[in-house]
């Protein structure tokens, strides 16, 4: 073999440190060519500015080539420092592409092997190793736990939001309700759960896996040992194995949450600093699309503010792909959710894919009936390769999953993102349910949203279709409260979206469906009009940069600090640092509820008389949170002096037009469906009771006592209601528990109220009571033709607003609006019931 080296003029091979030379040195495929614009010049600042910082973000349009640019990066590290360098993607399925990449680059690589070994090449610092997140992260990670770690030099993370989740799912514990520490676990707290709402502790007796309750933090704390006991007697099942030997020290810095077929144990603080291999590593990079909310890898991966305001982009490109956002809803009232659903869920001959993201599985039953293939968590990439090799006649459905799913070209024309994103995580539901008007949840709602919306274009000349179905999530999108928390570059898209509603409703005829109106805007797109080509760049050519949120970045590294200083058990600091920012950031009444939460969980550690006193501001500050050991008295309401007309002239008084009246009638009406979760529900039937001129409440989720809905009219006439929305069509009979609760809430009035008039409904699929059941009180039954047809009339009277300036409609004409669609008070108590019948 001949020896080039020796004809060189020097002995030895330079190694290339710099990025873009490295990429010129590869041995690539043919296929490749020069690096992309934005590639080039991230690389050229990365390697002048960054090269040594400790914390990089990397954001760019989706199918730009961030891979590229990280294995480029590592390959850089390598040369400079032959220390480890670690590419992380977020799940396994993942891992395969990037080593395609780095195999079609030149780029050296390796992976961990069926031995479940590392690499000497990657141990050594000679070639990069490709995994996924959950080989890291976890509490039995080959890389180490603790202080006994696997060093790393440089590590990145791709696509970094999805890795967040992944870690934060490593901390976890999730017990089902099949496994014997569930009951032992709900057995050791039933008399706290129960304080916290005897209706909701029964519900998930009865297996509802909607309703959630968190075991208060006084009694976890108290009890922590016998929860190590119990957990510790199960540490080898595979619920418990992976997080144990990362939790099994600091049980007391967990929340626990319980619904009706699970328990979740996670720590309020991710403690990333327990895997060396990523918090002690000398450069930590994180891949990121622009769409994306950076906010969260202040705490969530203990990233510096700084690194997130700014992070290295291309400010020359503000946009990428192609979206045409159609909302059927605003276009004609009459496209709702069924009508799309309909249209697009049964399998036709096609060219290109089309998949809906749908937020439950619920949800895709009727896509299921339909025809549509709905992917199981078992078989969802098996499902997605096969739609990428052309098998697109039917529908692919996707349930609540977000990230990690790429769909490009025609393997999706036509992307269907069908009602709001669900929270797998029992921790993020609690807090959604706490907190929902505060700008952290909704910003982790747009976040989802936008996961979704990007997983159809992948590349800056591809384009999509993107229908946005169901009531609630065309509402957050069009509501100026809530659509601030997306990007600049999905703001616009859904501008141009109403824009687009706004003249498709100047195109329908009277001899045509208004449904024809969306096909043939489909059909514009799919088929390259130039018109909506040049329009779609000229408005979006006019996104400006975004405001930084300072704001939001603050609130987050002080809620980091705390959380710290009380995992380091310093709870005077913690509870200084949470004061700090009550006083000085938060002016929203339910965040200062969820934070002085906080303050009294770290207070308990040092005083429990003074922690005790801060729950109570808390939960009087908001009643979804933690109701305190004692003092909280039940206020009975009365209407004193109001006028029912005014009342709901008021409550439309909130809308500033008729369209946005009707998104927010539609949304409540849609959450009034059987199927729906009962805190949906619940809340949608509050809301009526406010619309139609009612002081509405919810005692059981206020108070942890009483009905789920109580409304007071007119000569205080009462109505309460008992919900169970979430029963099955199929449920022939009320049965003895239900009674039994229906029973004790009659009881729970008769000793508030005494023995004056109330209408007791019980909100249920079936009039027959069971055998075995009775009422004490006088009961009656709104079953789903009553419930459709209280419905149909709020919505008929809302209509009646559409010719009218809505905010100075008279007082006669609403209340001939009112008795013309029988929603008087004596309709409402006599309309909508009927008497159940008892079985012998």
Excluded at 513 to 519: I, Q
Excluded at 615 to 626: G, R, V
Excluded at 745 to 750: L, M, P, V, Y
């Amino acid at each position: 073999m001949i020896d080039f080296k020796k004809k060189l003029k020097k002995g030895d091979i330079d190694r290339k440190t710099n990025p873009v030379e490295i990429y010129d040195t590869l041995d690539r495929r043919s296929i490749t060519g020069p690096l992309r614009p934005a590639q080039k010049s991230i690389l050229e600042v990365w390697f002048a500015k960054n090269v040594n910082s400790r914390d990089v973000i990397i954001k760019l349009h989706t199918g730009e080539g961030k891979t590229l640019i990280g294995l480029l990066i590592l390959q850089s590290k390598l040369n400079i420092e032959g220390k480890p360098c670690l590419f992380v993607c977020p799940n396994k399925y993942l891992v395969d592409q990037v080593c395609l990449d780095a195999k079609k680059f030149g780029i050296p690589y390796c992976t961990i092997q069926p031995d479940n070994q590392i690499p000497n090449d990657f141990l050594e610092g000679k070639k990069i190793l490709i995994t996924h997140i959950q080989k890291v992260f976890n509490g039995k990670s080959i890389f180490g736990v603790g202080n006994t770690f696997t060093e790393v030099g440089t590590i990145i993370l791709d696509d970094s939001h999805a890795c967040i989740d992944a870690i934060r799912n490593s901390f976890s514990i999730k017990i089902s309700k099949g496994h014997d520490l569930y009951n032992e676990i709900k057995t050791l707290f039933e008399d706290e759960l129960k304080n916290q709402g005897e209706g909701s502790f029964l519900d998930i007796e009865t297996g509802n896996y909607n309703t959630l309750l968190m075991i208060p933090y006084w009694s976890w704390i108290e009890k922590k040992s016998k929860v190590v006991e119990l957990l510790s007697a199960h540490k080898e099942d595979s619920e418990i194995l992976f997080a144990w030997p990362i939790l099994k020290d600091c049980i007391e810095h967990c929340q626990a949450i319980i619904t009706g077929n699970e328990i979740e144990i996670a720590p309020y603080h991710v403690p990333v600093r327990s895997f060396g291999s990523f918090y002690k590593s000398a450069q930590r990079v994180l891949m990121s699309a622009t769409t994306q909310d950076d906010s969260f890898f202040i705490k969530g991966l203990g990233f510096s503010i700084d690194s997130v305001k700014n992070p290295l982009a291309f400010s020359e490109q503000k946009w990428s792909g192609e979206k045409m956002i159609l909302l059927p809803s605003l276009i004609d009232e009459e496209i709702d959710r069924e009508l799309v659903v309909t249209r697009f869920a049964a399998p036709f001959d096609r060219a290109y894919g089309i998949v809906s993201l749908v937020s439950s599985f619920r949800k895709a039953e009727v896509y299921d009936r339909l025809g549509s293939i709905v992917a199981k968590p078992e078989n969802i990439f098996e499902k997605i390769i096969k739609l990428k090799k052309g098998s697109v006649k039917e529908t692919l459905v996707i349930v609540n999953r977000y990230d990690g799913i790429d769909l490009p070209d025609e393997s999706c024309r036509i992307l269907i993102i069908d009602s709001m994103p669900y929270f797998n995580s029992l921790a993020d539901r609690y807090e959604e349910q706490c907190r929902s008007t505060g700008d952290i949840i909704n910003i982790k709602i747009a976040q989802k949203i936008e996961q979704g919306l990007g997983r159809s274009v992948r590349g800056e000349k591809d384009y999509t279709v993107i229908l946005l179905i169901g009531t609630d999530l065309v509402k957050f999108v069009k509501s100026v409260r809530t659509n601030k928390y997306f990007s600049e570059q999905t703001k616009m898209q859904i501008q141009i979206g109403l824009e687009i509603a706004e003249m498709a409703k100047e195109e329908i005829e009277d001899d045509k469906s208004s449904f024809s109106v969306v096909t043939s805007l489909i059909k514009q797109s799919l088929q390259r009009d130039e018109g909506w080509k040049e329009f779609y760049k000229e408005e979006m050519d006019k996104i400006r940069e975004s405001e930084t949120k300072n704001g939001i970045y603050n609130i987050l590294q002080i809620e980091k600090e705390a959380e710290e200083a009380s995992f380091k058990e310093d709870f005077e600091t913690a509870c200084t640092r949470i004061q700090f920012l009550i006083d000085n950031h938060i002016s929203d009444e339910n965040e200062k509820g969820w934070y002085l939460q906080l303050l009294g969980r770290y207070k308990y550690q040092i005083s429990k008389t003074e922690s005790n006193k801060i729950q109570k501001i808390a939960f009087q500050s908001n009643l979804q949170l933690l109701k305190p050991k004692d003092g909280i008295s039940y206020k009975r309401i009365e209407y004193i002096n109001e006028n029912r007309i005014k009342r709901i002239k008021d409550w439309i008084a909130k809308h500033k037009s008729y369209d946005q009246l009707m998104i927010t009638v539609d949304s409540i009406l849609d959450d009034l469906s059987f199927g729906e979760e009962a805190e949906k529900f619940e809340s949608a039937l509050c809301e009526v009771g406010n619309l139609l001129g009612f002081i509405s409440q919810r005692p059981d989720k206020e108070f942890r006592k009483g009905p789920d809905n109580l409304w007071c009219g007119v000569d205080n006439k009462y109505i309460f209601f008992e919900c169970k929305s979430e029963v099955v069509d199929s449920r022939e009979e009320v049965n003895k528990n239900e009674a039994a609760q229906m029973n004790s809430h009659c009881g729970w009035f008769s000793s508030v109220y005494g023995d004056i008039p109330v209408k007791r409904i019980l909100i249920i699929p079936t009039k027959t009571v069971s055998y075995y059941a009775d009422f004490t009180h006088d009961v009656q039954i709104m079953r789903k033709g009553k419930l459709k047809q209280l419905k149909t009339n709020l919505k008929s009277f809302i209509k009646e607003f559409k010719s009218y300036n809505i905010n100075e409609i008279s007082d006669e004409r609403l209340q001939l609006f009112l008795t013309t669609h029988k929603l008087s008070v004596e309709d409402l108590e006599t309309d909508y019931s009927e008497r159940y019948y008892k079985k012998n």
